[in-house]
Every structure is written in structure tokens, then in C-alpha cells.
């Protein structure tokens, strides 16, 4: 029995089916999921100790706004940021939604609690010359021509089509399409369909070629040396040592192409929606930010390039 169960035995059945329910029906990232449960179990750990007893689910119906500011305020204490402060009282927030719509206990005080203001972070994409220099270049860190061939391939399926990191390396060969449409499966299993530019794709054949292994249908499009699917930590290395080749700053990640992507297409006229749908955002909102990011790009390049802007 481990120390959690001998703290709150009470309430690990409801702790569980939230999980479960998380897992099944959310369909959260093991992140998410990860994050969720430690978040509510160190919010147990508190109960127990405010409370001067083992917490029960009478006790969770009985907090008071004042309660949960005390936790709250000890988490800050503990060093939490502001950032892990609101992801802590969304997972506390979504313990409570699941219990109510199961109709196990209502208390409605934590909607009494705000959120933190965080500061406004916006995607820091890489400027045209630096992502289009980036999918060349990483090759001259590869040992062997085919994992050049290979790296260049995954950097340029994260900033010719806007591919998550992981969504590129989950694609299996059988992925790769006949045609000129890939169809990618993202966050939370949705499938969204992207275009697959000429470069590419002659990108990707160029590292099939070269590659010295069979690429099974039914196995992975990208491998390692070892055969086995790429690790995403590999492309993340190659990218540090291209940002110490280019003078890059620590933002030049390979989630940056993915950035680059949404920016530069915005900055040419793309249509908003058109990018939401290319990136996979279940919520426009998220594909708004690109807008103040497309307007930071462009005072960027004013900054940069026009003759009179630093008169």
C-alpha cells in the first residue's frame, strides 16, 4: 500500500474514475494526465493536513473559498510559478466538474478562486533565411548521409506542412500518400488533412532512398540508427547544435518550425481559419496569437531592413 492510500483511502475511488475518465474519454496527453494527478494528489496531501484528519468526500463538498485559498497560498509559498499555480486550479477545477456531472458531490466554492495573470508568451518563430537555412544545414551534424537525409526530411515536414514534432515521428510508412494530401493525427486522436508541398515530399523520397534499413508498411516512416521510431530528442539535439552554428537564439526549437510555419503563411495572406484547420487548434483563439506574432515579425523585419528605421 503506498503512502497516498494510508493519507486519503477515502477518496481514491473518485481520484481513479477521474482518471479514468481522463484517460478514456478526454483523451488528455500523458502530460496532461501526468501533471493532473500529481496536482490533485498533492491537493489531498494538503487536506490532510489542514484539516487535521484523512479527507473524505463529505470534506471536499464542505470546502470553503477560504480553504482552498490556503492551498493555494501554500503552493506559492512552496516556489510553484504562476504558470503551475493555474494549471494546478484547472485540474482541481475539472476533479470538481467530473464529480458534479456524475452527480457524486457538488461544491461550487472553487469557481470562486482566479486565476493567476500569466504573461502574455507568444510563439517566437524563426525569420524565412534562418528556418529555410535550418533544413539544410542539419545535415552536416549527421554521421552518416542517410540520417542527414532523414533530419532534413523531419525539419522540413515541421515547416512545410506545420507538424507537431511528435505528429511527424508517430507517422507510420503507409502514412506517406499517393497524393498530395497527408493526413495527420493530432492532439486528442483528430485527423486533419495538410498539404504535402512538392519539396517535401522530394524531401522525404530523397531520405527513403538513402535509407540502408526496409521501411515496413505498418512500421515507422522515420527510424534511428538502431531501426527503431525516431526520438523526438534527436531532432532536439540537432537543432542545438544548429543554433550554435547560426547564432540562433534558444527559442530555434523544432517546435519554432512549426511556428515559422503558421507566420509566415499568415504574413503571405493565409486566412486565419485556413491555418487553424493546417494546424490542428481545436479553438480559433489559439491560432489568434499568430496575429500579434505576425505583427511582432513584421516590425522585426522593418527593424531590421528598412534604411530610416533607426533614424
Known sequence: ??????????????????????????????????????????????????????????????LRPVDFRSFFARRRRDGLTPASVARTL?????????????????NDAINAISSPKLPKRLPRPLDEQAAKKSLTDVADFAKQDWVGDRDIAVLTLLYGCGLR?????????????DGDMLRVLGKRNKERLVPLLPVVRAA???????CPQSLPQDGPLFIGIQGKRLNARMIQLAMQK????????????????????????LTAGGDLRTIQELLGHASLTTTQHYTDVDTAYLMDVYNNAHPGAND
Open 90 to 106: 484547472s485540474a482541481i477545477r475539472a476533479f470538481y466538474k467530473y464529480l458534479r456531472r456524475n452527480e457524486i458531490l457538488q
Open 242 to 265: 544548429l543554433r550554435e552554428l547560426l547564432g540562433l537564439p534558444p527559442s530555434a526549437t523544432p517546435h519554432a518550425l512549426r511556428h515559422s510555419f503558421a507566420t509566415h503563411l
Open 165 to 177: 514534432i511528435s505528429e511527424a515521428l508517430n507517422l507510420n510508412r503507409q502514412d506517406l500518400p
Open 1 to 62: 500500500m503506498t503512502a497516498k492510500h494510508i493519507i486519503f483511502p477515502a477518496l481514491m475511488p473518485l481520484l481513479e474514475g477521474w482518471l479514468t475518465y481522463l484517460q478514456t474519454e478526454k483523451r488528455v496527453s500523458k502530460h496532461t494526465y501526468d501533471a493532473y494527478r500529481r496536482d490533485i494528489t498533492v491537493f489531498f496531501t494538503f487536506l490532510a493536513d489542514h484539516l487535521g484528519q484523512a479527507p473524505t468526500a463529505k470534506n471536499l463538498s464542505n
Open 204 to 210: 522525404i523520397d530523397t531520405y527513403l532512398e538513402s
